[in-house]
C-alpha cells in the first residue's frame, strides 16, 4: 500500500487506499488470461487492460490530491467497459470496433494539415482504409453511437443517468468550471483558483464508479474465458458499493 502524497481527507484517504489494493489483485487476475489469437479475443483483453490502467490513473490523481480529471478518466472507462461487455457476448461485435477505428483514422487524414501528406504521400493505405470501411458498412458493421453500444449491451438506462453525468462533469459548461474553479470572497469579488479545493465526498463516490467499472470489467471476462477468479468476487461483495452486474459466464462463448 502506498501512502498518499497529501494530506486527505480520513474518509477520502481510506477509500483511495482500499481502491489502490484492488488494482494488483486484478492485475494479477488478468496475468492468467490466455488468447487464441482472434481479433475478438485480443481485442477484449486490450479493453480490460485499458480499464485497468484508467482506473489505476484515477487512484493516482486521488492519491496526489489532483482529482479534476477522474471524471474525464471515468468517462472513458465506462465506454471501454461497453464495448467489452458487447463483445464477450457477440464475437462480431469486433468488426463495429474495427470500423470505428477506420473511420476516424480516414477523417484524420482527409484533414486540411494532413491531407497531402496522407492522401498522396500514403495512399494505398487511404485507399485500403477507406476500402475496409466500406466492406464493413456493407455488412451492417459500420461505427456505432455511444448511445448505440449501450442500448444493445442492455445499459440504456445508465446511458440515459452516469454516461450523461460524466459527460456533463467532464465539458467546459459552466457550472463544471464554477464547481473547479471559482468561489466567492468575503468582499463578493469572485476567486478564480487552479488546484483549489474539491468535496472529498465527491471524489469517494467516483472512485467507487471507478472500482464498480473495474471490477465488472474483470468479472465478465474472466467469466467469458471461463476462467474463475474468486479473489474478485470476494473483494466485490466486500465493497459497500458492489457491482451490480453478476459474472458474466457464457456456456457456449463465442469469443
Known amino acids: 500500500m502506498m501512502a498518499c502524497a497529501v494530506d486527505l481527507d480520513p474518509g477520502l484517504e481510506a477509500r483511495v487506499m482500499a481502491a489502490s489494493d484492488v488494482v494488483p489483485v ?3 487476475a488478468a496475468a492468467q488470461l490466455r488468447h487464441d489469437q482472434s481479433d475478438a479475443q485480443i ?3 486490450a479493453l480490460h487492460g485499458t480499464i485497468i490502467e484508467l482506473f489505476s ?3 493516482l490523481l486521488a492519491k496526489q490530491g489532483e482529482p479534476t480529471a477522474i471524471p474525464i478518466i471515468l468517462r472513458s472507462m465506462y465506454e471501454a467497459l ?3 461487455d458487447n463483445l464477450l457476448h457477440d464475437a462480431g461485435y469486433v468488426e463495429h470496433i474495427q470500423a470505428a477505428n477506420f473511420k476516424q483514422t480516414i477523417k484524420i487524414m482527409k484533414s486540411g494539415p494532413l491531407r497531402q501528406e496522407f492522401q ?3 495512399k494505398a493505405d487511404y485507399q485500403q482504409f477507406v476500402t475496409q470501411l466500406a466492406e464493413l458498412e456493407a455488412k451492417g458493421k459500420g461505427p456505432l453511437q455511444i448511445r448505440t453500444r449501450c442500448d444493445r449491451a442492455g445499459r440504456l438506462d445508465e446511458y440515459e443517468s452516469l454516461y450523461g453525468l460524466f459527460c456533463l462533469d467532464s465539458h467546459n ?3 463544471a468550471l464554477a464547481d473547479r474553479h471559482l468561489s466567492e470572497l468575503p468582499d463578493g469579488n ?3 483558483s487552479f488546484f483549489g479545493e474539491f468535496d472529498p465526498q465527491a471524489v469517494a463516490r467516483r472512485l467507487d464508479f471507478g472500482l464498480q467499472f473495474l471490477l465488472e470489467s474483470a468479472r465478465m471476462i474472466h467469466g467469458a474465458f471461463q476462467l474463475p477468479a474468486p479473489q474478485l468476487d470476494e473483494i466485490a461483495s466486500g465493497l459497500v458499493r458492489a457491482c451490480a452486474r453478476p459474472a458474466t459466464t457464457l456456456k457456449n ?3
Do not use: S, Y
Request: with cysteine; aromatic share 0%; glycine share 8%.
Open 173 to 175: 459548461n459552466g457550472a
Open 120 to 122: 498522396e504521400g500514403r
Open 253 to 255: 462463448p463465442t469469443i
Open 57 to 59: 490513473a484515477c487512484v
Open 82 to 84: 461497453v464495448d467489452l
Open 190 to 192: 469572485m476567486q478564480i
Open 43 to 45: 481485442h477484449a483483453l
Open 26 to 28: 486484478v492485475l494479477d
